[in-house]
């Protein structure tokens, strides 16, 4: 129980004659330094901690404003899949879990195909969002990575993947796995066509996932102190029976062992994918013009 909460401020309340109720939703509580944010600094902040630098998790109305030039984008629709295909049940049911989850984001499914201008270029954008059901990757999720890869093909322009996922979801069993080389595939269309694949790596990005398209960016970016890998440390740890290296799967760890390209703070985010659409758009321009040329 918390006694300031649940003890204290009633009785202030009714002693003071106060009757309008407090906000809960005020302050949040970094979870690395544990000092309390005010909540309309954190978010003018982008959900970065103003002690620490920790990148809070961001959901995904504010990731995608955040991305987009004035906060406007179009959102493509996915085409539905079997939702429920295996019947699952655990401790409830499947489809139950998937109506909670709907109710409660907003959202069919955990990513969300987005169209719009990033510095003034065109581009699509396939966007985790880890709140349904820890952004895992089922049939839906693969059908919206799929649809993202055929709309940048589709209308010659560049796909940015923003991962934030714990896996492939296990109540879609091996129809789950199955979105792997899906993605994957998707993926190369997007390279074959010639045009840029730039991936976003964000806090977490594990499972099957980084095992797929996560990992195949022509240029892998990733915030400060994500976690990025397949399996979970401790189960790692317990494998191979060794202690692994301080920071292991953190993305400054897998920068410097050569496994993205670079770490950018959130506050920079948007304009190092500005400079970079600017430059690939270049790149890809000039050989086209040579391509035709030949």
């Known amino acids: 129980m918390n006694w300031l909460t649940n003890l204290v401020r009633p009785k202030i309340q009714a002693f003071i004659g106060l009757k309008n ?11 690395s330094c544990e000092h309390m944010l005010f909540q309309k600094d954190l978010e003018k902040n982008l959900f970065v901690c103003h002690h620490c630098q920790h990148h809070l998790r961001l959901d995904l109305s504010q990731r995608l404003s955040m991305l987009f030039d004035d906060g406007k984008y179009t959102e493509t629709p996915v085409p539905s899949v079997k939702h429920d295909p295996l019947k699952f049940r655990d401790t ?4 139950d879990r998937l109506k909670e989850y709907r109710q409660k984001t907003q959202r069919d499914d955990s990513v969300v195909v987005a169209y719009g ?5 065109p581009t699509v954008v396939a966007c985790y969002n880890f709140a349904f059901m820890g952004g895992s990757m089922g049939m839906a999720a693969g059908q919206a990575l799929v649809t993202a890869a055929d709309l940048a093909v589709k209308t010659g322009v560049p796909l940015i993947a923003v991962t934030a996922s714990g896996g492939a979801r296990m109540q879609e069993g091996i129809l ?4 792997m080389p899906r993605t994957v595939i998707a993926v190369e269309k997007v390279k074959e066509a010639g045009l840029p694949y730039i991936t976003v790596l964000t806090d977490p990005t594990t499972g099957g996932v980084s095992a797929s398209f996560a990992m195949l960016g022509d240029i892998a970016l990733a915030e400060p102190g994500a976690i990025i890998g397949f399996a979970g440390a401790r189960v790692i740890e317990e494998t ?4 692994l290296p301080d920071g292991f799967q ?16 959130r506050h ?26 030949s």
């Open 92 to 95: 409830k049911k499947y489809a």
């Open 268 to 293: 920079d985010l948007k304009k190092t994918l500005t400079q970079l659409l600017k430059m690939l758009s270049v790149v890809n321009s000039s050989a086209m013009k040579r391509f035709a040329r």
């Open 21 to 31: 109720e407090i906000p809960d939703n005020l302050w949040t509580k970094c979870p």
């Open 176 to 179: 789950s796995l199955m979105q």
């Open 117 to 121: 201008l990033i510095g003034e270029q």
């Open 250 to 265: 953190k993305a400054e760890y897998l920068l410097a062992h050569g496994m993205v390209d670079q770490v950018v703070h």
């Open 240 to 243: 191979i029976k060794q202690k």
